[in-house]
């Protein structure tokens, strides 16, 4: 099974399903309690405005 097109899947699940692809790559120093969001969703967030080709996400 190949990985799906993160293009057609609604945000809230290509999010959640990128970052966790990435989390295994990104050392687990940072993360403090009053961080809102991990270094994973942020480096998500920021790949998916890419393929997408917008700078802000309407929907959020």
């Not at 050392?27 to 917008?54: C, F, M, N, T, Y």
Request: charged share 20%.
């Amino acid at each position: 099974m190949g990985r799906p097109d993160l293009t057609s899947l609604p945000l809230t699940v290509a999010i959640p399903l990128l970052s966790r692809w990435i989390q295994p790559h990104i050392p687990p120093k940072l993360l403090h309690a009053h961080e809102k969001i991990s270094d994973a969703d942020l480096i998500g967030v920021a790949i998916l405005q890419r393929l997408h080709k917008v700078p802000y996400f309407s929907r959020w």
